[in-house]
């Protein structure tokens, strides 16, 4: 639909109060009058001119207009999906700083496949954010790091940068800000946790070789059975995905193999727990009468299924990307790299072994 | 940043092999063979070809360039936040209806605020995306209806469209395509669901007049009251929002008032299901031994504690709201108006009332 109008210096184009007068059959001081607010108007008139306000969309470009200089500045988050409560948690902390620094904060989904990110990447490149953050668990292979180093580049190269929030760096080839949290840490804690408390056969599940999150967070689990001096039984090490019905999987077919041959399981995040959970409570087992049992993250359902956690401040998480991302538009130089902390949340799923 | 480059016909600039070629010191022809593939080139040549090329984004572009026949139309939909479950779902079945119409899909937030809606609109409207699709629970006054009306007229105009999901529908002035779910008869079902089982005293938690899903949702509450032949006792609705910390403050504070005068409760949502479930099991009080429970969403974490709560086509509902927009940008016509249905899922946290 072809329309006339002013071309500002922005290259954005906004309808005139001479069109609205026109389309309304009306003078330019009438509209004037009538959108001032300030002088009477017949009704009749009043309604022609509001209306081709609207058609004309004078008003959103004006109010827009007035908008510009505060919040026309946008941020743009990337995450596999928001069904995710780790995902949409930091995509709050996103929008929240992003609202408080006046820019709008734009969400894009992948569902986890690379051409959709590159094509998400390219789309939100062209409309001039200040950062784009990435965010999640990911196969750090060499095809990864080329994508990401591209990325990085083509950021830069419009005055824009990429953000890596709980992903490893990428080197010194890549400008990217770094934003981590201590997935090692918080697992080691969860797994001392259970390890203070007696238990020595301890179920781990989520592992994912290759996926830097999973890595990070098994890594805790040795060292802390290494640091107890517990030996390190690979068959105690169930493979899968972070995701409630591979929690449910994993403990299903594990109890089809016979008794729990562990009293305590550590599940790479909530999700795993929570399925993992379901599937106990469905063979009669109960947590932790007869399993203990912690998770990873201190997200729903973790507080409504009583789940002893490792809290990690996954809205900090994006708060911190927003930041660091502006400060580094402002003061330029090496791109920050920062990694934020985890720490346990003891609730009632945990039993102390009895030595016999 | 200035650089050089051709523009094409949708305006958008690509980087050119020339440009590669300048940077790289190598000719055109070298450039193309080593990005061919099939020609056999030094270690180092490749290598600064390869770097001129990461620095000047041509595979990006080139790639990009390759999918936007398929996937460069984009479908926008604005939510207050994706910590919802209830958001985070619907903008999943947006997300996947998207992908599979080969559409990129982007999500913004406002946070419940209407400046930053308006503004997200209009920054949205700016990358001609066939829809915009606005969710949730809405104060469905004057202001919004204007603002509506103003966001319709703003988005037909550049060939775009409106979508109000979970909303209902503006009035024949505002061509917006309207998906929206059976609040009433959910709600109507779960009330039912209590009465059936003997319940005569059922606290209501959610009142919220003034707004559209909390206001479809009491009405199914008082409907199955007066179909069962049970007087309404305002005295049984409490006020508050569908979130968590709502639903533990409002059974807190009606705790707080003395032994419960109720043997049933109905909560406007799971969340606040889930936050008075918290409250009656830190007083000491079982569910449903002593008190009923049913909520309405089925999300996490109904499953989790065993709610018995109203289903409702969360990602059906995003789905649909894609499928009916570009139904409507092929065939034109009257937006199209549709309900999805909800229907009640039975688990355990309801007990009949034995008649004394």
Redesign the interface.
């Known amino acids: 639909?072809a329309?006339k109008g002013t071309s500002t210096g922005d290259g954005?184009r906004h309808t005139t109060i001479r069109e609205v007068a026109e389309r309304a059959g009306v003078s330019v001081a009438t509209v004037s009058r009538i959108l001032s607010g300030t002088y009477p108007a017949a009704p009749a008139t009043r309604a022609k001119v509001m209306r081709a306000v609207?058609?004309?969309?004078y008003?959103?470009?004006h109010?827009?207009r007035a908008?510009q200089g505060t919040?026309?500045k946008?941020i743009a988050i990337i995450v596999n999906?928001?069904?995710s409560?780790h995902y949409?948690?930091v995509?709050?902390g996103v929008?929240?700083q992003a609202?408080e620094d006046a820019r709008?904060?734009?969400?894009?989904?992948t569902?986890g496949?690379a051409?959709?990110e590159?094509?998400?990447?390219?789309?939100?490149r062209?409309?001039h954010p200040e950062a784009v953050i990435l965010v999640g668990n990911v196969n750090a292979d060499d095809e990864y790091r080329a994508r990401m180093?591209?990325?990085a580049?083509?950021l830069a190269?419009?005055?824009s940068r990429l953000v890596l929030c709980g992903r490893p760096p990428l080197g010194p080839d890549a400008p990217a800000v770094v934003v981590e949290y201590d997935n090692t840490g918080g697992a080691f804690a969860a797994t001392g946790h259970l390890l203070s408390n007696g238990h020595r056969r301890i179920l781990y599940l989520g592992r994912r070789p290759g996926y830097t999150t999973a890595d990070a967070r098994i890594e805790g689990y040795r060292g802390a059975l290494a640091a107890y001096g517990v030996p390190h039984d690979p068959g105690l090490e169930a493979d899968g995905t972070f995701e409630r019905f591979e929690g449910y999987r994993m403990m299903q077919e594990r109890l089809a193999a016979g008794a729990p041959d562990f009293t305590a399981v550590f599940a790479a995040n909530d999700q795993i727990a929570?399925g993992a959970?379901?599937a106990l409570l469905e063979r009669g087992l109960t947590v932790p009468g007869d399993v203990s049992l912690v998770g990873f993250d201190d997200l729903?359902?973790a507080?409504?299924?009583d789940l002893t956690t490792v809290y990690q401040p996954h809205e900090e998480l994006g708060r911190t990307a927003v930041r660091l991302a502006l400060e580094h538009a402002r003061n330029g130089g090496p791109p920050p790299h920062t990694v934020l902390g985890a720490h346990l949340v003891i609730r009632g799923s945990v039993r102390p072994v009895v030595p016999a």
Chains 1, 2 share one sequence.
């Open positions: 639909m329309r954005k609207e058609e004309l969309d008003v959103a470009n109010h827009a908008l919040t026309r946008s999906s928001v069904i409560p949409a948690h995509a709050q929008q929240t609202a709008l904060c734009q969400i894009g989904t569902g496949d051409e959709r590159l094509a998400m990447v390219q789309f939100m062209e409309q180093s591209r990325y580049h083509a190269a419009i005055g929570a959970r379901q729903p359902p507080a409504d299924i």
